[in-house]
């Protein structure tokens, strides 16, 4: 609960000039005040900052914090040396007033200051990002309790953890939050999906979802596997090391590809490789005139399949079977287009670690090669499910668009609240053992969406869970029936550009055909 709650002046110019020190002044200069604390993040070697946007990240705060110290020891120094008076006085007086200010910055963004203020307590410096610190909410959550500040790249965040609380909060405040804000969202004509609010959203997502129910996705399991086992038949299986990584990436993006339009190896392949180049060109986080150029070309590219008389069954053709004027209609198929630029990396994260946890916990091959087929499916759903839990937690986050009310504190406008999932699926007292690899317990018991809910919460939850866990059920069976595979080389974990800590980008496995493959194909 807050303590006492002082007094703030909510004047347009104080808001605005206490943001401005909120955003940047205490953000940067409480750098100053914790220069070991960034050192040991930069050599943190559990996790490499393996990609350019955390290590651009990681960079700008270690310069910011050398910048802060040169700035220090230069004023010392002046003061030390200067044999003139008044300089001496002037390098002291700023050397003051820095050390004051940083003092005060590290202070203002403290718990004590935070809860005066009548916010949860917690840490609102750059530092406490959790993009960089991967404990860094579990750590709050033992400091703090389950309502805490921090920061998101430095957006003021309170983070919630408990799902249940999370839902409460996401329900009882749904009219003061809107989803984030997206840059994709002002390219698709209405509005795209995940970023509408209110009817337009209701509207779209209504669209959207009888693309996505488990009869239709049934129906198109054979469209996966077959897509599945193309791509596995084309990996190199002699033994030569290879890095899982693209081979995964290729078999996602096909995968979805031939799902959504129909095009495949043998149905208009030339036009599945134009798609192919296109949406790898495409940038959902960066929509600049070029992006609009290609999702133009997408959206041609998606006309011209659906107009086409002998399309193989697939979600275009489930679109379009009720109402061919749907691909007149440039919002829905944008929205569609976009499905796929916004899941694709989703998708592939979680594949990646599927195979990651399949190799590093090998009983699992012998699990599902020899199960029969109902049991493989309960087996490899299990498998995705702890996947999902440990290692693909997506961020569910919302902005307040007015002042709400978390637990007592006064949550200000433009602020992000988080539903903390990752450290949710964590919590002892839902899961024994809760950092163990243990896909039985999804065999053995079933857990409530306020308990487990990999797929988000409230209505804005994902619109294609079913496609989901019946693809990466479908990769982990397939994978297992095809190769017995050993890693040969590995590193620790990365932190990937979408915001989940990945296996190693040097991971490397050799593959040979599974032995009971092999004795099959002898019998055959
Ligand atoms: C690894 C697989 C996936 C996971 C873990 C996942 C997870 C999630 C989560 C947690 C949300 C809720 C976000 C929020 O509340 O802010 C969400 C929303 C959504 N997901 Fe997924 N997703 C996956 C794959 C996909 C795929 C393959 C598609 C489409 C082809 C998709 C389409 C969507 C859409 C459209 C929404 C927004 C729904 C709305 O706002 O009404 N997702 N997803």
Redesign the pocket.
């Known amino acids: 609960m807050a303590t006492s709650s002082a007094p703030i002046i909510e004047t347009p110019t104080v808001v605005r000039i206490r943001r401005r020190l909120e955003a940047r002044m205490v953000h940067n200069l409480s750098l100053l005040s914790r220069p070991t604390r960034t050192l040991r993040m930069l050599r943190d070697d559990d996790l490499v900052i393996g990609f350019p946007l955390y290590r651009g990240y990681a960079l700008q705060i270690a310069k910011q914090t050398v910048a802060g110290l040169v700035v220090v020891i230069g004023l010392l120094a002046l003061g030390i040396i200067s044999s003139t008076t008044w300089l001496t006085a002037l390098a002291m007086a700023i050397l003051v007033l820095v050390a004051g200010v940083v003092a005060w910055t590290r202070w203002h963004s403290g718990s004590t200051s935070l809860q005066r203020r009548g916010l949860p307590p917690g840490e609102l410096t750059t530092l406490a990002c959790p993009m960089i610190d991967r404990d860094h909410h579990q750590t709050s959550v033992d400091k703090h309790g389950s309502t805490f500040t921090t920061n998101h790249l430095r957006k003021p965040v309170v983070s919630i953890y408990g799902l249940k609380r999370g839902n409460d909060v996401f329900r009882d405040s749904q009219a003061d939050l809107s ?2 804000p997206r840059p994709d969202n002002h390219m698709v004509e209405g509005g795209f ?2 970023a509408l609010e209110g009817d337009d ?1 209701r509207r779209v ?1 209504s669209s ?1 979802s009888p693309l ?1 129910t488990s009869s239709v996705l049934e129906r198109l399991r054979p469209v996966v596997e077959a897509s599945v086992d193309a791509s596995l038949a084309s990996w190199d299986e002699s033994g030569t090391p290879a890095r899982p990584r693209p081979l995964v990436d290729d078999l996602v993006l096909n995968m ?1 590809l031939t799902l959504f339009y129909g095009a495949s190896a043998h149905y208009e392949p030339k036009r599945l490789a134009r798609l192919s180049i296109l949406y790898r060109q495409i940038d959902h986080l960066y929509m600049t005139p070029e992006m609009r150029d290609i999702q133009d070309q997408l959206v041609a590219e998606v006309r011209v399949l659906g107009r086409l008389p002998d399309l193989p069954d697939c979600l275009l053709r489930e679109l379009i079977a009720r109402s061919p004027g749907r691909l007149d209609d440039l919002g829905l198929v944008e929205n569609v287009v976009h ?2 630029t ?2 694709h990396a ?2 592939w ?2 594949f990646d670690w599927i195979m990651k946890f399949l190799v590093d916990n090998p009983a699992w091959f012998d699990r599902l090669r020899g199960s029969s087929p109902e049991q493989a499916r309960i087996d490899a759903d299990a498998f995705v499910c702890e996947t ?1 839990r440990l290692a ?1 937690s ?5 902005v307040t668009k007015r002042p709400i009310e978390v637990d007592g504190y006064r949550i200000p406008a433009r602020w992000i609240v988080r539903v903390l ?1 990752r450290e949710s699926h964590r919590d002892p007292a839902v899961f024994e053992d809760p950092l163990e690899f243990r896909p039985d317990r999804f065999v053995s018991r079933s857990y409530g969406r306020l308990e487990y809910s ?12 079913s ?2 866990r019946m693809a ?1 059920a479908v990769f982990v069976t397939r994978l297992a029936e095809r190769f017995d595979i050993e890693t040969v080389e590995d590193g620790p974990l990365q932190l990937s550009i979408h915001r989940h800590a990945a296996p190693n980008s040097n991971w490397k496995v050799s593959l040979s055909p599974a032995a009971a493959a092999v004795e099959r194909a002898g019998l055959a």
Not at 394 to 398: A, G, K, M, S, T
Not at 454 to 459: E, K, N, S, Y
């Open positions: 989803p984030m999906v995940r959203h997502r959207l996505f979805l499905l796929i916004t899941s989703d998708m994260g979680l999902l693909q997506e961020l569910l986050l919302r999932v990999p797929f988000g919460l409230d209505g804005r939850s994902c619109i294609a869970e496609l989901a990466s």
